[in-house]
């Protein structure tokens, strides 16, 4: 019986297999850094609490809807562009492809056509 296992290539089974072995790396290092985080603010609280202050205020002095607004003007300004180069990179594979083909005979029917009644 064939399974959907049987289908999948080899080629595909390692990059699945690396993949998986990546996100679990990087899941047992978060957990690694979380514990570190959590025995330095165990040790020292109110240092902890104080950086925690002082990075809440630089990120609320920073212009972030600025920022945010100037890269969306920026994907907006360049989505016409990207779409005029993805349609000529489509035509222009079109056209290649067209080209690579040989051209084909024209059809013949291969019965003749009947003839018109006499009268």
Same mark, same amino acid.
């Given at each position: 019986?064939?399974?959907a296992d049987d289908d999948v290539a080899p080629e595909t =089974?390692?990059?699945?297999? =690396?993949i998986g072995q990546f996100f679990n790396e990087a899941r047992e290092t978060l957990r690694e850094r979380c514990a570190e985080c959590e025995a330095q603010v165990r040790k020292s609280p109110t240092q902890a609490l104080l950086v +925690? +202050?002082?990075i809440g205020y630089v990120l609320n002095k920073? /212009?972030?809807g600025t920022i945010v607004a100037a890269l969306i003007r920026l994907i907006v300004m360049?989505?016409?562009p990207a779409a005029i180069l993805f349609c000529a990179v489509k035509v222009y594979d079109l056209l290649k492809e067209k080209q690579q083909k040989p051209a084909s005979a024209p059809v013949t029917p291969t019965t003749p056509p009947e003839p +018109? /009644? /006499?009268f």
């Open positions: 019986m064939n399974t =089974r390692s990059i699945e297999s =690396r +925690a +202050a002082g920073l /212009p972030l360049l989505l016409r +018109a /009644p /006499p």
